[in-house]
Nanobody, 123 residues
Framework: QLQAYGGGLVQAGGSLKLSCLTS????????VAWFRQAPGKEREFAAA???????YYGDSVKGRFTISRDNTKNTVYLQMNSLKSDDTAVYYC???????????????????WGQGTQVTVSS
């Protein structure tokens, strides 16, 4: 079970750090991703970190967001800097034990999902 938290209201240009915690298990051996979904829009890939530690980012967040993991705490983080109003969305974390590189940005490739946490950026 995944739990995403850390969302909130922030002004444009500010920062937030999201956390995705797994309970009753471990992230070791899993690829973990963050997706986001704004009202009326499709779920969008934000970032992923593979079990190797390699990271990948969506074009809209590249250079501003950083994904990291701490396997000792069973937690994956998403540090979000230079936030814009377009970043307003519900953010979800997802995990997969077996995913190919080309599917990292595909929501259906992940078998485990957290409940989502709202991020609102005011302009």
């Amino acid at each position: 079970q995944l739990q995403a938290y850390g969302g909130g209201l922030v002004q444009a240009g500010g920062s937030l750090k999201l956390s995705c915690l797994t309970s009753g298990g471990t992230f070791t051996g899993y690829s973990v991703a963050w997706f986001r979904q704004a009202p009326g829009k499709e779920r969008e890939f934000a970032a992923a970190i593979r079990r190797s530690g390699h990271t990948y980012y969506g074009d809209s967040v590249k250079g501003r967001f950083t994904i990291s993991r701490d396997n000792t705490k069973n937690t994956v983080y998403l540090q979000m800097n230079s936030l814009k109003s377009d970043d307003t969305a519900v953010y979800y974390c997802a995990a997969s034990s077996s995913i190919i590189l080309s599917s990292l940005g595909t929501p259906s490739a992940y078998g485990f999902w957290g409940q989502g946490t709202q991020v609102t950026v005011s302009s």
